[in-house]
Each structure stands twice: as structure tokens, then as C-alpha cells.
């Protein structure tokens, strides 16, 4: 299945340079380019590509401002962002908008190539480096307890939910499910939701299980 993607950057050259990387790959097309988020919120509405590459600081509506109109309209393409920043300010706001991943633009063309690929089916991607600034950020004091919803949401991940299917039971969005997902991990010290549901269970959090 060929990935439909919309490229988002203010500087013409990266544009043209994200064209060039994914037009020699048979796997991609690329459906439309945006210079800002508001034209990317346009152009996603009306091309309705599978993943939008998003950069965040933009002039006018900037990449987080996108990412959060886009899930608020339920647009269903999935958003990586693409960005040169790392710095807590920017990756956690993106995150919590409803980005799927967040890439930093000096990946390699296969990392690239991996990460868009994971984000077109769902997958949450987030480069090495800014994972460890995500879980740095939020890790806890020590043995911080997990809050009730947290472990609500840890439960249904356990039961093989997946964030949409533990957003649609507890009510709330998919972006609120991933951000909880978030801090578990880093209560946990943990990485991924493998690892979060085997420390859970080890720790006696989750019980028996179900």
C-alpha cells in the first residue's frame, strides 16, 4: 500500500529535500506540500493524506496549533512531527496535541523511512533522544504511585486495548490516553507499553490480571 504524505516546513529547500528523499521510494507519494499549519489543516482536509510530516515553528498557526485543529476536525491522517527542536517546551505540547511521533530532522533516511511507515498505522514513534527528554521531563520522585486513571488506562492496555479502543472506554481522547501512557512510563522507568504491563504486573499494580 502506497503512504499518501503532506510535507509541512516554512523553508522551501527542506520541502523540496523531504520530496526528493520519498519520491524514490515506491512506497510513499507525496500529495501536497504546506508552508504553515494553517495551510497544512487545509490541504490535510481536502487531500486527506495518510501522515502529515509537520514541522513545528512556523510563521502564523505553528505545527502544535495543526496537529490539535486537525484532531479536533477528526481528520484521520496520522501527524509525525519533524522538527530540528527537542526542548521539553516543544515536544510535550506536540504530543499532547495528538501527534503520533516526533522526529528530529537529522534521522537517517531509513529512520525516516521506519518512523513514517510506524506512524501511518498508528504506532506511536519518538526519536531515541527524545524519548529519554520526554522521561527525563516527567519521571516522578521516586516510587510516585500511579494515579487511578493511569491505572485504568495500564488495565486496558494489559487487556490488549489499543489507545483508541482505551480512549472510547474511559472517554477521553486519544491524545489524553497516550499522555497517561506517558507518565506511567516514567513512573515506572520504562520505555514502551511492553515493558510498562510487565513492571506493572511484577510490582502487583495490575493484580492478576484479567
Known amino acids: 500500500m502506497t503512504i499518501r504524505l503532506l510535507i ?3 523553508h522551501p529547500i527542506v520541502r523540496d529535500g523531504l520530496r526528493g528523499i520519498f519520491t524514490v521510494d515506491e512506497g510513499f507519494e507525496v500529495v501536497g506540500e504546506a508552508a504553515d499549519g494553517t495551510e497544512a489543516v487545509t490541504l ?27 484532531a479536533a476536525r477528526g481528520n484521520p491522517a ?24 516526533y522526529l528530529l530532522k537529522d534521522a ?19 526519536s531515541p533522544a527524545v524519548a529519554s527528554r520526554l522521561i527525563g521531563q516527567m519521571r516522578a520522585p521516586a516510587k510516585e504511585p500511579l494515579s487511578a486513571r493511569e491505572l485504568e488506562v495500564l488495565g ?4 490488549g486495548r489499543t489507545n ?5 472506554k474511559l472517554f477521553i ?13 516514567a513512573k515506572l522507568g520504562v520505555n514502551d507499553r511492553a515493558a510498562a504491563v510487565a513492571q506493572a504486573f511484577k510490582l502487583g499494580l495490575l493484580g492478576g490480571g484479567s
Open 108 to 126: 537517517p533516511r531509513e529512520e525516516l523511512f521506519r518512523a513514517v511507515r510506524a506512524a501511518a498505522r498508528g504506532e506511536a514513534v519518538l
Open 78 to 101: 496520522k501527524v509525525l512531527v519533524l522538527t530540528t527542536y527537542d526542548t521539553d517546551s516543544d515536544v510535550l505540547p506536540a504530543i499532547e496535541a495528538g501527534a503520533t511521533g
Open 44 to 70: 490535510a482536509e481536502k487531500l486527506r493524506p495518510d501522515v502529515v510530516l509537520m514541522d513545528l515553528r512556523m510563521p502564523g498557526a505553528d505545527g502544535v496549533s495543526a496537529i490539535t485543529e486537525l
Open 164 to 168: 483508541k479502543d482505551a480512549a472510547r
Open 8 to 10: 509541512t516546513d516554512d
Open 173 to 185: 481522547s486519544e491524545a489524553t490516553v497516550k499522555t497517561h501512557l506517558l507518565h506511567v512510563y
Open 156 to 159: 486496558l492496555i494489559a487487556d
